[in-house]
């Protein structure tokens, strides 16, 4: 299985008991059926974090309902070199997802707000502007810029305002925006913290080359 929370591969080992059983009972026309409800804990060996499911066993049929109770959203992965606090905003907009897609598009478009102030060096107050700011710089590969017009669009911030001056405000959300949103971060990601982290390392291996063959490393 995939823990919910970290999104590591890992073995299940949960602890299961039941906690409570309905009979079989009649009301009016109809009969409910018996069923035997359980719950399941265990925690993740990676990040240690619990992960219950509850389960309800219909009594003589063999259909069993399983749902994770916690945590009741799914995380995506994140890869080390995204720092807090665009880390921890963006875990949380994917565990609230499925209970409210209004109030993950919120921490989405808050911390997308301060990936192009803090890494895009964005001047510009509003999210619209630092989207169309980012996007005529011409620093960004190209399907980024169009990940982001696209949540302009999407989004449709330029007559939601709030969303562009209050970005953590929780407003109503357009289907598929909250997702895209999310889609489009992962892509600052991989472009802001990820490729330099990877570059950076490439370059100190190949420093540590150079050195040992008596050349001068590369600034």
């Known amino acids: 299985m995939v823990c919910p929370h970290c999104n590591t591969g890992i073995h299940e080992s949960f602890v299961s008991n039941a906690f409570q059983n309905e009979p079989e009972t009649r009301r009016g026309d109809k009969i409910a059926p018996n069923i035997l ?20 066993n219909v ?3 063999g259909l ?9 959203g799914r995380t995506r992965p994140v890869s080390p070199e995204v720092t807090d606090p665009f880390r921890r905003d963006f875990i949380e907009a994917c565990l609230v997802m499925q209970d409210s897609p209004k109030a993950s598009a919120a921490l989405a478009r808050r911390c997308l707000q301060a990936v192009l102030r803090d890494k895009a060096g964005t001047k510009t107050k509003d999210l619209y502007d630092q989207i169309e700011e980012v996007i005529q710089c011409g620093k960004i590969p190209s399907h980024i ?3 982001l017009h696209a949540v ?3 989004g449709n911030i330029a007559a939601h305002t709030v969303k562009s001056t209050t970005t953590g405000a929780i407003v109503d959300v357009e289907p598929g925006e909250a997702e895209w949103n999310l889609d489009v ?3 600052l990601f991989d472009f802001y913290f990820v490729q330099p982290a990877l570059a950076q390392k490439r370059k100190d291996e190949l420093n540590q080359k150079l050195v040992a063959a008596g050349k001068p490393p590369l600034p």
Not at 40 to 46: G, K, S
Not at 64 to 72: I, L
């Open 152 to 154: 302009r669009n999407i």
């Open 185 to 187: 971060l992962e892509s």
């Open 64 to 72: 069993v309902k399983r749902v994770c109770a916690f945590p009741t």
């Open 37 to 56: 409800w359980q719950w399941h804990y265990m925690r993740c060996p990676e990040c240690s974090t619990a992960i219950i499911d509850i389960s309800g």
């Open 145 to 147: 810029a169009e990940g």
């Open 59 to 61: 009594v003589g049929t």
